[in-house]
């Protein structure tokens, strides 16, 4: 039926910018739609934290959430019909937004019915994403070949380590804390999905990098057949820019836990496949100070019983602060922007 699409390395700049348009209309065709179901489906919407800042109480009641379902329906529609998903690094991306998606959205429907803040428990959510978690490594391991799989890649310095075992832990690692970092950032209207707008380009940019044997330099490795994430990674960036349009301030959807929690982990599976994974947490900076700003204040008020910050993740700290919601989530972009130029500098 696609035969007019060829799968060659060539063809990829091509898909990957019609991935990214068709993704993009599609969520603008079907957001409006989507919203109307939610609304006519969720009697509240989401709950807000009862902890989180008081403006929130009021201005974001009743706003109905799963609007993640948007982004993963539209992506996955794109990369089904561009992208070549005989490759292994094609499918168990797609295995991996399915799996954890679909953990996000039972975890939002059971807080919708129950109209409660917390539904699913830490522990059950850690352990869905730890064994989609092993599967996606095993799978990328064994579709890399043997001179890559285990090694770490340190930009900008022309070298890379040998890990062995232990990279098989930090690509777990690197995976489910993708996944709780974007959802960690999903606390203001737009946030998350402006700044996984932007990083999913950036690992366009270096899937093509990556795929390509002309652009190997001793930093970049070369990763056979990794070119095609290009298409993925461009599907997703099209989706999330096609979600802001609705969930830009003032959101009329929230992305909820099925879009943070399965966006965030097909960002980590990228980094691993493309064997970038610092360049994610530089690309990423944000998502990684929301994390590191939960975990100080956590092990603080443990410690002390005083809060380090006015209220975590760190975007509420700035709140608290005085700040807008707007001027926050616009100076999260900036930072991402700016630290996205940083992590690009790396191909030069």
């Not at 099209?238 to 836990?257: E, Q, T, Y």
């Not at 910050?309 to 760190?314: D, G, H, L, Q, V």
Request: glycine residues 8%; proline residues 3%.
């Amino acid at each position: 039926m696609w035969s007019i699409w060829s799968y060659a390395p060539e063809t990829v700049p091509m898909r990957a910018v019609v991935a990214f348009c068709l993704a993009f209309l599609l969520s603008l065709l079907f957001g409006g739609k989507l919203i109307d179901f939610l609304k006519n489906h969720e009697h509240g919407g989401q709950p807000i934290r009862d902890d989180g800042p008081k403006s929130h109480i009021e201005a974001k009641k009743g706003t109905p959430t799963m609007g993640g379902l948007l982004i993963l329906a539209t992506s996955i529609v794109s990369i089904l019909l561009f992208a070549n998903v005989k490759l292994h690094f094609v499918w168990i991306s797609l295995v991996v937004l399915i799996i954890y998606g679909a953990t996000g959205f039972v975890d939002d429907y059971v807080k919708v019915k129950k109209q409660t803040p917390n539904a699913m428990t830490a522990k059950m959510k850690l352990f869905i994403q730890f064994m989609a978690a092993v599967l996606a490594v095993n799978v990328i391991t064994a579709a890399t070949p043997n001179v890559t799989k285990s090694l770490l890649y340190i930009p900008y310095f022309h070298w890379s380590m040998q890990l062995s075992w232990i990279y098989l832990l930090f690509a777990l690692l690197v995976i489910s804390g993708a996944s709780n970092a974007v959802n960690l950032s999903d606390g203001l209207d737009g946030l998350a999905a402006g700044m996984l707008a932007i990083v999913f380009s950036v690992f366009m940019v270096f899937a093509f990098v990556t795929g390509y044997p002309a652009f190997h330099e001793s930093s970049i490795p070369y990763i056979p057949k990794s070119v095609e994430m290009a298409v993925v990674a461009a599907s997703l960036a099209g989706s999330c820019v096609g979600f802001l349009w609705f969930n830009i301030k003032k959101a009329r959807v929230f992305m909820g836990d099925t879009g943070s929690l399965a966006l965030g982990a097909v960002l980590g599976v990228m980094a691993v496949i493309l064997k970038h994974e610092i360049i994610l947490a530089i690309a990423g900076i944000v998502f990684v100070a929301e994390t590191i700003s939960v975990i100080i204040q956590v092990a603080y008020f443990k410690k002390t019983g005083k809060r380090f910050f006015k209220m975590a993740p760190i975007h509420h700290h700035f709140e608290q602060l005085g700040w807008s919601e707007t001027k926050v989530v616009y100076t999260f972009w900036a930072v991402t922007l700016g630290a996205s130029l940083i992590a690009l500098l790396n191909i030069l």
